[in-house]
């Protein structure tokens, strides 16, 4: 089952930014957080993952807080082909290999 | 555009007929997935593969067959499918090295008529 609960779906202006939660609450500590998303009929696309600290790249910002219980990602100005659904995936990586486990995501729709 | 390359974009079977699903990836990925997506629901792990060894099966029916003849090349052939089977199937790859993110690949649409 996936550890993470996300909001259903979103909504977001063209040229604003995107804030996405996700909430981890049983996250262990040697989880990190993956955000990857899917574009209609598209394979999903890695976005950025983090272990406590913030990060930051070309695509986004992920935000964790303290406790490591919740984050968010930021796309910082939304553009419509960011409309795809969004998933907050936290996986242990003691294992190199071991696979994602995908919930049910945000849905983001950007409205111009 | 995706490193991981899967072949062909689409395929449409009977139920009779056998088929593969190809997934290849240049990057030197030890680890290679296939996961299997219906419509309008999250991707399901169906088989990891870590040096070209099945690692986990995730109790997929024996009609899939997955099998990695080396460390790029992924196959999944299929054989006696059933109509529910339809769905979009996913490769993916990673490093198999610490926190390393899987690349997917866009899919093989599959219909089984």
């Known amino acids: 089952d996936a550890k993470t609960t996300q909001p259903t779906s979103m909504d977001c202006a063209e040229g604003r930014a995107a804030n996405l939660p996700c909430n981890h609450s049983t996250i262990s500590g040697n989880e990190y957080v993956y955000w990857y998303r899917q574009i209609h009929s598209q394979g999903p696309q890695y976005i950025i993952h983090g272990l406590k600290n913030n990060e930051t790249n070309e695509m986004a910002s992920l935000i964790i807080t303290e406790d490591r219980k919740s984050s968010t990602l930021i796309l910082p100005h939304a553009t419509l082909r960011d409309t795809a659904v969004y998933y907050c995936i936290v996986r242990d990586t003691y294992s190199g290999n071991t696979p994602l486990v995908f919930g049910k995501g945000t849905r983001l729709s950007v409205i111009a | 555009d995706t490193e991981v390359t899967q072949t062909p974009k689409h395929l449409v079977m009977g139920m009779t007929n056998k088929k593969s699903l190809k997934c290849e990836q240049h990057?030197?990925?030890?680890?290679m997935y296939w996961y299997k997506q219906k419509a309008k629901k999250p991707p399901e792990l169906m088989f990891v593969?870590?040096?070209?060894?099945?690692?986990i099966n995730e109790s997929v029916p024996s009609r899939f067959s997955p099998e990695c003849p080396n460390s790029s090349l992924l196959n999944l052939h299929l054989h006696a499918l059933q109509p529910e089977d339809s769905a979009l199937y996913l490769c993916a790859s990673t490093s198999g090295a610490g926190d390393s993110p899987l690349h997917f690949g866009n899919g093989t649409r599959l219909t089984v008529t």
């Open positions: 990057m030197g990925h030890r680890a």
């Open positions: 593969y870590s040096y070209e060894k099945l690692s």
